[in-house]
């Protein structure tokens, strides 16, 4: 019942979505993100979807088409990376605010500026705060089984928040790999259909989206968006399981490679981690007991399961595609960092910024970071814990 | 070789290797050459200039002119270039965009900026599609012509640039096409002299995502269809609507006279500072607040 394809990244985002087939897509140009709609907008020219498909003026306006119809009762859904994705911050904050389950594939790239079109995580790493969910894929088959998952998770009851299903511009989305697609019914039948409980359109209960709410209420409801987030990891976890009784794919919070009895872990987001377990191999193979840490879900951060996860560690590294400046450290990072803090890890524990604006993180750099944590084992957190791996100094 | 010439030359960057990164057959360097011989013939300094661009094709012009650039961000270049007009009065400040930079993210920017009339021009290399990104449609893809996300022809209508700038309240608008290169470049020199908001359409050619998509031959295709489509705005004054059907006319469309921006604003400023019955009325608003802070602290205290 699966079929198997040559796609890229953004193909298998694009095909995703033509099984969805939301009713409305909003969207606007930019690299890397797209080829996405290039494909998503041929299903729609050629009747494949009955998706209304909106091409706008900015990626300000394509958030807020998005919300407009998703306030109307619509499934919706856009796609962006990088400036895109900050232009539309105000809305993006909004869409969050607003309990409206839009699910949005980034592509991600460097923020500008200087101009740059690769990949790193600054994008969606500056909207970490902003009340979506967001999942990372490793690679195309994940980009795919995400993109699908996150239709059910953003509208479960409990949660009713928008997701961002993230990847990394060029070297997931450019790049052409086999992967296992289902068939057009199973993930129609799965998703099901989206029945919205508030709807603008909904003449007998008229409803309101984001009136005026001061010092009465607003504040009421930003506790409600800290409850919805709260459920939201075991509604992850769940529909994680189901989509593994439908695809044999099952997907977890986190994923561990060879962690059980890891004394060095790295811990890694996106497209490294796929670098990542190579070397882990390398290094098993050695006798090292090296292991990987990979977060899908990175929003919310699954606190007490990350810490479960590192406990026998004895040094970890923790890999950034992105800088938080001036803080502590990269933005995952800061939050391992928090997560270990009175769970009890003695571990030593470094940083490596890497792989801004496109910069290449080969296997050579990963091992490299092992070898520090060979020295950093036993001895706690060195005094240099923030490091850079491919970095002309 | 003109003098013009020999002098435009020097308005490229040593530095930078040519040929461009525009594709073959690209009209963005005929622009840009009319540009730098424009520039030339007024005779001006490489460092009083600023040009500004936003994203896209046409973005990357400031890569290649050795003047003061700025590379923003998209739709943003007349933003950016307002704040540098402003900030340094004197400079020529040109914005150099795109369709889809100047229309549709930056379309605010660019009726508001029309509005304003600030002393600066804008260049709108218009060549109906997002070249860059790989030709989604843009808000001058004619209505019906094909782009990647319009595969079966575009179900919008197209912005006429010229008009949507005359509208908006520029007092200097003029059109021509990469085609008409000479013409090109002597409405450029004419938009910079020009004191207020100029905006000059260049009608290009994006053989690349435009012209592959619709039918036509060759990049040379497309500069013949700019010969063949075009009128002087003269010659169009003397013809029926359905002779101009899917024909744009070129020359000075709009130019009169405004208060320019920054002159009226400084006027505003000399009147306030030397006039004696707004003093006093700035005086007085002054005391008011004084007063009314002197009566809250006592009633705090
Ligand atoms: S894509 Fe089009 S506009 Fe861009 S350089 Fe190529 S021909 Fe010119």
Redesign the pocket.
């Known amino acids: 019942m699966s079929r198997r394809l040559i796609l890229t990244g953004n193909d298998a985002a694009a095909e995703a979505m033509r099984q969805i087939d939301p009713d409305v897509v909003a969207a606007f140009p930019i690299t890397p993100q797209t080829e996405l709609m290039h494909k998503f907008a041929e299903h729609v020219a050629d009747g494949e979807v009955k998706a209304e498909l909106v091409l706008v003026e900015s990626e300000h306006s394509a958030m807020s088409a998005t919300v407009g119809a998703a306030a109307a009762g619509a499934r919706s859904m856009t796609a962006t990376s990088a400036n895109g994705l900050a232009l539309m911050w105000e809305i993006v904050y909004i869409a969050a605010s607003y309990r409206l389950p839009i699910v949005m594939p980034v592509v991600n790239r460097a923020l500008s500026g200087p101009i740059n079109i690769h990949c790193d995580h600054s994008d969606t790493m500056g909207c970490r705060d902003t009340g979506w969910i967001q999942l990372y894929s490793e690679n195309a088959q994940e980009v795919y089984d995400n993109v699908i998952q996150a239709i059910r998770i953003a509208e479960s009851p409990e949660v009713l928040l928008p997701v961002m299903v993230t990847f990394d511009g060029f070297i997931i989305s450019h790049t052409a790999e086999v992967l296992e697609a289902l068939e057009d019914d199973p993930v129609r039948n799965w998703i099901g259909e989206y029945k919205p409980k508030y709807t603008l359109l909904d003449t007998d209960n008229p409803m309101t989206f984001g009136p005026l709410d001061l010092q009465d209420y607003y504040f009421e409801h930003k506790r409600q968006q800290m409850e919805a987030m709260r459920a939201a990891p075991a509604t992850v976890k769940k529909i994680g399981k189901l989509y593994g009784e439908m695809s044999g794919r099952p997907y977890d919070l986190i994923e561990g490679y060879q962690l059980e009895d890891a004394e060095l872990a790295v811990v890694a987001l996106g497209s490294t981690c796929g670098t990542a377990k190579v070397v882990i191999d390398e290094l098993r193979a050695k006798g090292t007991k090296a292991g990987l840490l990979k977060i899908r879900c990175f929003r919310p951060f699954p606190e007490a399961e990350i810490a479960a996860a590192l406990k026998g560690a004895k040094a970890i590294a923790v890999l950034d595609r992105s800088v938080s400046f001036g803080a502590p450290g990269g933005p995952v990072h800061k939050e391992i960092k928090a997560a270990l803090f009175g769970s009890g890890s003695s571990a030593g524990l470094v940083n490596y910024i890497y792989g801004l604006g496109g910069r290449d993180i080969s296997m050579e750099h990963i091992h490299e970071a092992f070898a520090d944590l060979e020295t950093v084992a036993g001895e706690g957190t060195p005094a240099d814990a923030i490091r850079f791996l491919g970095l002309r100094e | 070789m003109s003098e013009a010439i020999e002098n435009a030359r020097t308005f490229l960057r040593p530095s930078k290797k040519l040929p461009t990164?525009?594709?073959g057959?690209?009209?963005?360097g005929i622009l840009m050459s009319a540009m730098t011989r424009a520039l030339a013939r007024l005779g001006v300094e490489k460092n009083d200039v600023a040009v500004v661009s936003g994203i896209?094709?046409?973005g990357r012009l400031p890569t290649y002119v050795d003047f003061n650039t700025l590379h923003t961000t998209h739709g943003r270049g007349l933003a950016f270039a307002t704040g540098v007009k402003l900030a340094r009065p004197k400079l020529t400040v040109i914005a150099a965009m795109?369709d889809g930079d100047a229309l549709a993210i930056g379309g605010n920017h660019f009726i508001h900026a029309c509005r304003r009339n600030i002393d600066m021009t804008a260049i709108v290399a218009n060549?109906h599609?997002y070249?860059?990104t790989g030709g989604q449609y843009s808000p001058t893809t004619p209505h019906g012509k094909r782009g990647t996300t319009a595969p079966y022809g575009n179900v919008e209508h197209d912005f006429d640039v010229a008009a949507l700038a005359a509208g908006a309240g520029a007092t200097f608008v003029a059109r021509s096409s990469v085609y008409h290169a000479q013409e090109l470049d002597r409405l450029i020199e004419k938009a910079v002299l020009h004191k207020g908001f100029s905006v000059v359409e260049a009608v290009?050619?994006?053989?690349?995502?435009?012209g592959r998509l619709n039918k036509h031959a060759s990049?040379v295709d497309m500069l013949r269809w700019m010969k063949e489509n075009s009128v002087p705005v003269g010659k169009a004054e003397t013809m029926e609507p359905w002779e101009l059907e899917g024909k744009f006319t070129r020359g000075v469309i709009v130019e009169r006279e405004l208060p320019e921006f920054i002159e009226a604003y400084d006027d505003l400023a000399e009147r306030l500072t030397t006039s004696p019955s707004a003093v006093e009325r700035v005086k007085s608003i002054l005391k008011s607040f004084d007063e009314t802070a002197e009566r809250l602290n006592a009633k705090a205290e």
């Open positions: 990164v525009w594709c057959g690209c009209g963005l896209g094709c046409t795109g060549n599609i070249g860059m290009s050619n994006c053989y690349t995502s435009y990049p």
